[in-house]
């Protein structure tokens, strides 16, 4: 039994979080372009706050970008990546933060 070979491509991702009180919108990640091959070995360095997580977050399907596309490929066909979990409010993914109105008891 073979394993597939899965290749990861970002094509000019941004993320942009919306500050819903008014303050200035947020640019986590800004045109984004790289291809991780099958067996590379991959980092992502930066310092706090430059869009590390998101980017892991979106290609994980957690997060949809505001711009640009993710792919994945598995054998010769590439595929758009959009997951369940990024469908979904932050919310509704969170359902014992404030915003829900629920507490941990």
């Known amino acids: 039994m073979s394993k597939a070979s899965v290749s990861v491509r970002i094509e000019n991702v941004t993320k942009i979080f919306k500050d819903l009180r008014g303050k200035a919108d947020v640019v986590a990640v800004n045109d984004a372009n790289f291809e991780i091959e099958p067996g590379e ?15 892991l977050r979106m290609i994980g399907g957690f997060e ?7 792919f994945l490929r598995a054998g010769s066909f590439w595929e758009t990546k959009i997951s369940p979990f990024s469908l979904q409010t ?3 993914r969170r359902p014992f933060s404030r915003a829900t109105g629920s507490s941990r008891t």
């Open 90 to 92: 932050r919310e509704t």
């Open 64 to 70: 949809l970008p505001t711009k640009g596309r993710i």
């Open 41 to 55: 070995l991959v980092t992502l360095l930066g310092p706090s706050g430059c869009g590390k997580t998101t980017t």
